[in-house]
Nanobody, 123 residues
Framework: QVQLVESGGGLVQAGGSLRLSCAAS????????MGWFRQVVGKEREFVAT???????RYADSVKARFTISRDNAKNTVYLQMNTLKPEDTAVYYC?????????????????WGQGTQVTVSS
């Protein structure tokens, strides 16, 4: 069992930056592929970024070159650095842990989720 807690969300102006953190407990994070997803009320949770156990990353086209996912296995934490934020990035951001193998581009691929952190980007 893995417990995930996201933090770092908030209100920021367009063009600004935020760094989200996802701290894990219960199991070592190095055993999992990790992903960030986001959800707006009334819409499905959508893929943002994922990082493999070895550190290979993949991003949604909408955030490529603006967001960076990273992991610090010693701290059992995954990060999402978000730069040049846009109003359309406004959402609740969730981190997930996947015990299986594969790209992890769908929320159904993930076994554990955090409670989410709100990101609001004003224009």
């Amino acid at each position: 069992q893995v417990q995930l807690v996201e933090s770092g969300g908030g209100l920021v102006q367009a063009g600004g930056s935020l760094r989200l953190s996802c701290a894990a407990s219960g199991r070592t994070l190095s055993d999992y592929r990790m992903g960030w997803f986001r959800q707006v009320v009334g819409k499905e949770r959508e893929f943002v970024a994922t990082i493999s156990r070895s550190g290979t990353t993949r991003y949604a086209d909408s955030v490529k070159a603006r967001f960076t996912i990273s992991r610090d296995n010693a701290k059992n934490t995954v990060y999402l650095q978000m730069n040049t934020l846009k109003p359309e990035d406004t959402a609740v951001y969730y981190c997930g842990a996947r015990g299986g193998y594969g790209l992890g581009l769908s929320q159904s691929n993930y076994d554990y989720w955090g409670q989410g952190t709100q990101v609001t980007v004003s224009s």
